[in-house]
């Protein structure tokens, strides 16, 4: 019994990761059908933007769309509107032919299914864990690992797809993808868990509901303490996979490999930490000092010891601790997050969250290139370093932090049961 009460968790991770591994894959694979069709870069730029500018405004959006039709239809309906979107890439191409606009409208579609089926999986996560019976901290870094394991075998299987069959191909198999993670949702979370929220007695509006979820994040100190500060470190994150490693593999260690060398063993070890986390993580001690130890220890040391100017193996060592020390966090701020947004407010909190905190990223790219350009790698890696390091002094330096421990003692109240100013 308990193995059949555990099964809708375990295959919610299974979908999450389907989804995840299509999405990563198609990083890989629409850039490559722009440039094999156009051999243009500007336009695998301009696509790439209007995949994130679909995914940025639907997370505007979608949160209280969650809440109100269930996250379980929307988890369903996000991954069958993905594999529409991915695969009419191709059909359009070999049939009417495939128009640039074409193409940016459909990766705008494209990002906007995302987001729907992220925010819906988190949510569902903490009905599951309480059906299953997994203590809180498996059941999210199970969800989390399943996250990772799609990031690291998305772009490697595309790229190792793409030389078996053309891009177009890769794209049928990605919409497959979405397809089962769609399926498994379908026919592996029952209704019966995945009910919808009790909603407010009195009548709602979509404003309303956003502006309740916008109203939540300022009542709950901690959760804004965490959103203020991730703002921060997100922006950093970014800068650094997207500039500075790039960056030190060309100018330190002279090799496209190095790079994939060191993303590789960061995304393999985050991977085990998560799977480690899952199991033990719930007989960890203080949720606070393991998160901004992990904080630290998985942000700061990559940077010293690029800035250090280190050989790869030294890089890749530092690099496979600091990924096992971040693989803990995301599952313990999801942790948190669970225990004390209500679950009538979840869909629309989550998917504010994940807006305020990814808000700062194309910012943090232009300023890590323009740093990189006009100081130099060096001095930019110290002083992303001093960044990393004021940012992560908050969760020791003030008390609200200290409610990670016990996030549900001084949860604030649902705002949708005061009224309205």
Request: proline letters at 6%; aromatic letters at 6%.
């Amino acid at each position: 019994m308990s193995g059949r009460r555990r099964t809708p968790l375990a295959l919610l991770w299974v979908s999450h990761g389907c989804a995840v591994t299509a999405t990563t894959a198609t990083f890989v694979a629409i850039p490559w059908f722009v440039l094999t069709t156009t051999g243009s870069a500007t336009r695998v730029g301009v696509v790439t933007a209007a995949e994130l500018v679909g995914l940025v405004a639907m997370s505007m959006v979608v949160g209280p769309l969650v809440d109100r039709i269930g996250a379980r239809r929307t988890a369903i309906v996000s991954d069958v509107a993905g594999a529409v979107s991915v695969v009419g890439i191709p059909a359009l191409h070999f049939t009417a032919g495939l128009a640039f606009w074409q193409l940016i409208a459909l990766s705008v579609a494209l990002g906007a299914s995302r987001e729907p089926g992220h925010t819906a999986r988190r949510v569902l996560v903490p009905e599951l864990i309480v059906h299953s019976g997994v203590p809180m901290e498996r059941g999210a870094g199970g969800i989390d690992a399943a996250k990772r394991a799609g990031e690291m075998f998305g772009a490697p299987l595309a790229g190792a797809a793409l030389v078996l069959v053309d891009a177009p191909g890769v794209l049928v198999g990605n919409a497959g993808l979405f397809l089962l993670a769609a399926g498994l949702t379908l026919l592996g979370v029952p209704r019966t868990i995945a009910r919808r929220p009790e909603s407010s007695t009195r009548p709602s509006s979509y404003l309303r509901e956003v502006a309740e979820g916008l109203r939540y994040l300022r009542r709950d100190r901690l959760i804004a303490a965490v959103l203020a500060m991730l703002l921060i470190t997100n922006m950093l994150d970014v800068a650094a996979f997207a500039v500075l490693f790039p960056s030190y593999a060309a100018q330190v260690l002279h090799s496209p490999v190095a790079l994939g060398a060191i993303v590789g063993v960061f995304g393999g070890a985050a991977l085990l930490g998560n799977l480690v986390f899952t199991w033990v993580g719930h007989r960890a001690g203080s949720r606070r000092r393991l998160f901004t130890a992990s904080m630290v220890i998985g942000t700061v040391s990559p940077h010293v010891a690029m800035a250090l100017e280190s050989g790869l193996v030294t890089v890749l060592i530092v690099v496979a601790i600091a990924g096992l020390a971040a693989s803990t966090v995301n599952p313990v701020l999801a942790v948190v997050t669970y225990e004390r947004i209500p679950t009538e407010l979840r869909g629309r909190v989550l998917s504010m969250t994940t807006m305020v905190a990814q808000g700062g990223t194309p910012l943090g790219v232009l300023i890590g290139g323009l740093l990189v350009d006009g100081a130099g790698l060096t001095a930019t890696l110290w002083m992303v370093v001093a960044s990393y390091l004021m940012a992560l002094s908050a969760p020791m330096l003030f008390p609200v932090w200290g409610q990670m421990d016990d996030p549900g003692a001084t949860r604030p109240r649902d705002p949708a049961a005061e009224p309205a100013a």
